[in-house]
């Protein structure tokens, strides 16, 4: 199905406009600037219309959620529901989507008219619960004059410091580099958390491996601030189960900034059965990430914006109104146990709410000289946190092949927006990978804004050593 834009919203058609007129690579003036701001400006912080739309199906965005809600227990994962009377106004179905195809993504469309008796839509009140914290909303605005793309195209200049790099975006990549969590999108200096990889197979029956992980975001600590090497991003990843896995473990440390001398990521595996790390360069791109059994490659981690995007050209398509996943908070509900989430065909869509809200549309096409697994992505960004909501991916023949959703809840304890639950569906097939529950034991909630100890990112830890 070609996906057609028939208009583009206000903001994007200004934006579109402005950049034309303007050179590559260059930040926004003072006087378009001047629009962003916490209140009383056209456009929010991160560059969102603070404005509803204009049947108010969108509300205005008035701060989002900056306290918890009573009941909520600190430190124990369990987040209540600041939403939990709201009902369900319609649903979107198989049988009725021809009416709503103006706001579905061709990969949903797809998803209904295959799975037509388990997958659906069921659409909720908008609720703009994107928030973060002052900081963060200053940084998002110096950005807007003095963030550039640096001479690659790729990468934010060493003017960034935290932050939304390109809160009003001229071009596809600044856009798709606005969605990455730990170069343009704000996780606090310090998170640990586990969650589980579950793969679905076709026949119904799924595969789970249970996996801590601690990242390092130096950047975006209150005092932090660019000198003239810019930090790293560093990872630690370790399967703890099941057995046959357990032990495996990566190590990534990148520069924000790929394109500096240096800079691009550098990744070590280790193998506990051969007792040896190993460097790892392959782990990038579209290799296939471990124990997906080939439903998904590296790349598609963290809502389909990780690693390097420089093997595409990256096309800003303008906005859209879309029903994405938004303030899933029965997902984070560590009560739960895999089965009631995990279903043959797509996941338990009781469990999923759905919103209208604005999406920047962003497409990568890959360049002429490369040839991966993937040619084509499309990607629907959130317009208030940047987040990619969903994704479509398609073949090398330009047929539409994985879609990708993304569940979202306000962290509020922390200040933090993010992600919860990751679903990569295959369309040619019944099998799918999730992302995200937390539902073996033991393990701990996830925790941001921690001190993690020094010799955490090293290869003497990567082996067994230090913290584990």
């Known amino acids: 199905m070609q996906y057609r834009y028939h208009h583009l919203l206000p903001a994007a058609a200004a934006a579109v406009a402005i950049f034309l007129s303007m050179p590559a690579h260059a930040g926004v003036s003072a006087e378009e600037a001047a629009k962003l701001g916490v209140t009383g400006t056209p456009l929010t912080p991160t560059g969102a219309e603070r404005a509803g739309n204009a049947d108010g199906s969108i509300p205005e965005w008035t701060g989002g959620i900056t306290e918890a809600p009573a009941g909520f227990v600190a430190g124990s994962g369990n987040y209540v529901d600041p939403y939990a009377s709201d009902k369900v106004l319609f649903t979107i179905t198989a049988q009725n989507y021809k009416q709503y195809v103006d706001k579905l993504t061709p990969g949903q469309i797809a998803m209904l008219e295959k799975n037509p008796e388990t997958y659906r839509l069921d659409i909720y009140p908008t609720r703009r619960s994107y928030s973060a914290p002052q900081h963060i909303y200053e940084r998002?605005?110096?950005?807007?004059?003095?963030?550039?793309?640096?001479?690659?195209?790729?990468?934010?200049?060493?003017?960034?410091?935290?932050?939304?790099?390109?809160?009003?975006?001229?071009?596809?990549?600044?856009?798709?580099?606005?969605?990455?969590?730990?170069?343009?999108?704000?996780?606090?200096?310090?998170?640990?958390?586990?969650?589980?990889?579950?793969?679905?197979?076709?026949?119904?029956?799924?595969?789970?491996?249970?996996?801590?992980?601690?990242?390092?975001?130096?950047?975006?600590?209150?005092?932090?601030?660019?000198?003239?090497?810019?930090?790293?991003?560093?990872?630690?990843?370790?399967?703890?189960?099941?057995?046959?896995?357990?032990?495996?473990?990566?190590?990534?440390?990148?520069?924000?900034?790929?394109?500096?001398?240096?800079?691009?990521?550098?990744?070590?595996?280790?193998?506990?059965?051969?007792?040896?790390?190993?460097?790892?360069?392959?782990?990038?791109?579209?290799?296939?990430?471990?124990?997906?059994?080939?439903?998904?490659?590296?790349?598609?981690?963290?809502?389909?914006?990780?690693?390097?995007?420089?093997?595409?050209d990256w096309t800003l398509k303008g906005k859209k109104e879309l029903y994405i996943p938004y303030n899933n908070y029965k997902l984070s509900d560590r009560s739960i146990k895999e089965s009631d989430v995990m279903k043959p065909g797509n996941i338990n869509q009781d469990m999923v709410r759905y919103e209208l809200h604005r999406v920047w549309v962003v497409e990568g096409k890959q360049k002429p000289d490369y040839h991966m697994a993937y040619d084509k992505r499309v990607l629907y960004l959130d317009e208030d946190s940047w987040l990619a909501a969903t994704a479509d991916i398609y073949d090398d023949k330009d047929t539409l092949w994985k879609l990708e959703e993304?569940?979202?809840?306000?962290?509020?304890?922390?200040?933090?927006?993010?992600?919860?639950?990751?679903?990569?569906?295959?369309?040619?097939?019944?099998?799918?990978?999730?992302?995200?529950?937390?539902?073996?034991?033991?393990?701990?909630?996830?925790?941001?804004?921690?001190?993690?100890?020094?010799?955490?990112?090293?290869?003497?830890?990567?082996?067994?050593?230090?913290?584990?």
């Open 406 to 468: 993304c569940a979202t809840i306000n962290y509020y304890d922390y200040g933090v927006f993010s992600s919860n639950l990751e679903m990569k569906y295959e369309l040619r097939s019944e099998g799918y990978v999730v992302l995200g529950l937390d539902v073996a034991r033991p393990s701990t909630p996830r925790q941001f804004n921690i001190d993690i100890p020094a010799n955490t990112f090293t290869i003497g830890n990567l082996k067994g050593e230090g913290i584990r």
């Open 140 to 312: 998002s605005i110096k950005n807007a004059t003095e963030v550039s793309l640096d001479k690659g195209g790729y990468d934010p200049d060493d003017k960034y410091f935290g932050g939304t790099c390109f809160p009003i975006p001229k071009t596809g990549i600044e856009a798709r580099l606005n969605a990455v969590w730990w170069r343009c999108q704000y996780v606090t200096g310090g998170e640990r958390r586990w969650y589980n990889a579950s793969v679905m197979d076709p026949n119904g029956g799924w595969e789970t491996a249970h996996i801590e992980e601690w990242h390092g975001y130096p950047q975006y600590a209150p005092g932090a601030a660019w000198g003239s090497v810019l930090p790293e991003y560093q990872v630690l990843q370790i399967v703890q189960a099941p057995p046959r896995l357990a032990g495996q473990a990566i190590l990534l440390i990148s520069d924000v900034n790929y394109a500096r001398q240096g800079g691009k990521e550098k990744i070590w595996s280790y193998n506990p059965g051969q007792r040896r790390v190993r460097r790892a360069p392959q782990i990038s791109y579209d290799y296939p990430k471990s124990g997906s059994n080939g439903l998904m490659a590296v790349d598609q981690a963290y809502c389909s914006v990780h690693g390097n995007a420089d093997r595409y």
